[in-house]
């Protein structure tokens, strides 16, 4: 093959999670630089304890389809080592650039790193670029120079003091791509798709892509911004921006976000909606800057107190729990919303997240695996500063007695019911007074609902207000 392109000025841009063409800042300096050959590499499965769950593969299959026709069929795919292939390609292909855009987890930095120094040892020459987030994570620190522990101080005093995020750039005004390049593999040989076909249902509810993340960002904007602070707690209005699976994969940036919206026009009394939903991009930026700084977040316990817990194992009770078969109506409905649509509303998640760690006391560790396999916005940062919060384990947690009650997070979150009555059809009949505890409803009234208790919908698994108390007495216990 292929010394043929031995051309000075060509790059290998390695595409990871940022597959998109507009602000790619390594895509947008090679295309200006010379011709390009675009890569994706998929680890193989001994490298990463972190490999992308069912439903991301599911997702990743269909945005390297995307990006693969954006950039008119000229990305290669492979899979392995980065740290083998990366060398080979270079070699193969006598090209002595590589730019790539930052990836911020634990591994992938390693690897990077390790990277860097063989291939400029080797006389290459590598760019690298922030693309995933704000603001540099290795510089938002205390005046002590240490790292921030809790959000509100983080965001306040060390992000919104720093210069503000890079403005977006466009996409490439033209890309010229080498032609004498490795074919790597077919988009079906890299075997994303998982067997299981429970994902189909998903076609209905994503459009991964940047095109879709595209749509995503303007329909939210268009409709839901303003209201955005009263509507985002309710899980049955659908009106938060749905964004996450995007920013994960790198189809839009925050950066993109960030400016869309503060630039969104908006009446005087949605500013507020406006400011919330930059301090959740906030809260993705806090997850991500604790997994910076604590590698081992994903793993440990934030606060080692909790390494003496007395949590329970019981696989009956988490599978009662993942299956949506806990006879908590508010759980049940969230657990089901993530197996038909490979998405949760952030509410629920608390409340399911609530639910396990605290009334079935199951380790948070159980939870964050099985939204790893199951989430299309499954990401090691907020996934693991999520359920750390939950449990009250992480940085800046909802303190450990706060426990939530899924039954008045139901009448106060659903109160007419609409989201419970989609995803557990069976208690549509239900008055909305008894929809969120059946279990007290009187025969009659389940007897003309048409609903029977242990055999079309379970029984509670626990006791609420039991295992409440016996959360409480567990934490007492490590608090002593
Ligand atoms: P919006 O309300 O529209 O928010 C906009 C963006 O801000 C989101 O897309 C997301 O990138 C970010 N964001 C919002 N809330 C949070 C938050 N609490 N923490 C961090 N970033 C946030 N989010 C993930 O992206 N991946 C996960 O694996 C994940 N796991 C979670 C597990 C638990 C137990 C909990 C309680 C939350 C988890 N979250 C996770 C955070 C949050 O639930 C989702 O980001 C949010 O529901 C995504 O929906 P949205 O895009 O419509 O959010």
């Known amino acids: 093959m292929v010394k043929e392109n031995m051309d000075q000025e060509a790059v290998l841009v390695w595409f990871r999670q940022d597959l998109r063409l507009n602000d790619n800042p390594a895509l947008y300096q090679a295309a200006k630089q010379g ?43 492979f899979q392995g080592e980065a740290l083998e292939l990366i060398p080979q390609l270079l070699r193969q292909t006598g090209i002595k650039q590589i730019f790539w855009n930052r990836d911020y987890q634990p591994a992938p930095m390693q690897r990077d790193q390790r990277l860097q120094q063989l291939l400029e040892q080797r006389g290459v020459q590598v760019q690298t670029f922030n693309a995933s987030l704000l603001w540099e994570p290795a510089q938002v620190v205390k005046a002590d120079g240490s790292p921030y522990r809790v959000y509100t101080p983080f965001f306040r005093h060390g992000c919104l ?78 009106t938060t921006s749905r964004l996450s699976p995007h920013l994960h994969f790198g189809e839009l940036s925050p950066n993109q976000a960030w400016y869309v919206v503060s630039h969104a026009q908006l009446p005087t009394a949605s500013e507020s909606d406006r400011d919330r939903f930059l301090a959740e991009l906030g809260w993705r930026e806090f997850s991500h800057y604790l997994l ?64 396990l760690v605290k009334n079935l006391r199951q380790h948070w560790r159980r939870g964050q695996a099985w939204f790893w396999d199951t989430l299309v916005d499954a990401d090691l940062a907020n996934n693991s500063a999520s359920w750390q919060w939950v449990a009250g384990s992480g940085a800046d947690a909802a303190p450990y007695f706060r426990i939530f009650n899924p039954v008045t997070q139901g009448q106060k979150f659903d109160p007419d019911g609409h989201y419970v009555r989609r995803f557990c059809p069976e208690l549509a009949l239900l008055p909305d007074n008894y929809l969120h505890r059946p279990w007290e409803a009187p025969a ?32 007492a216990a490590i608090k002593r």
Not at 174 to 198: K, N
Not at 332 to 352: C, F, K, P, S
Not at 448 to 463: E, F, K, N
Request: glycine share 8%.
């Open 35 to 77: 011709r390009i050959f675009p890569i994706y590499i998929l680890p193989s499965a001994q490298q990463d304890d972190w490999l992308p769950g069912a439903a991301s593969r599911w997702w990743l299959h269909r945005s390297l389809d995307s990006l693969s026709k954006r950039l008119g069929g000229n990305l290669r795919l």
């Open 161 to 238: 003091k720093q210069p503000e995020p890079r403005y977006p750039l466009p996409a490439p005004p033209s890309i010229q791509f080498l032609h004498s390049v490795p074919t790597g593999l077919s988009l079906p040989q890299l075997g994303l798709l998982p067997r299981q076909r429970w994902y189909r249902e998903f076609e209905k509810h994503w459009q991964p892509g940047e095109a879709g993340a595209g749509d995503r960002l303007a329909h939210f904007v268009e409709r839901h911004l303003a209201g955005y602070q009263q509507g985002r707690d309710y899980p049955a209005l659908n």
């Open 292 to 355: 910076y700084h604590w590698p081992e977040l994903p793993q440990q316990n934030f606060q080692p107190t909790f390494d003496r817990f007395d949590w329970s194992d019981d696989p009956p009770l988490l599978r009662a729990w993942q299956q949506g078969c806990t006879g908590i109506p508010m759980v049940d409905a969230g657990m089901r919303e993530l197996w038909q649509t490979g998405y949760m509303h952030n509410r629920v998640r608390m409340i399911v997240g609530s639910f």
């Open 444 to 475: 009659i009234v389940l007897e003309q609902a048409g609903v029977t208790l242990g055999a079309d919908y379970p029984r509670p698994i626990v006791d609420l207000k039991a295992s409440r108390a016996e959360a409480l007495a567990a934490f």
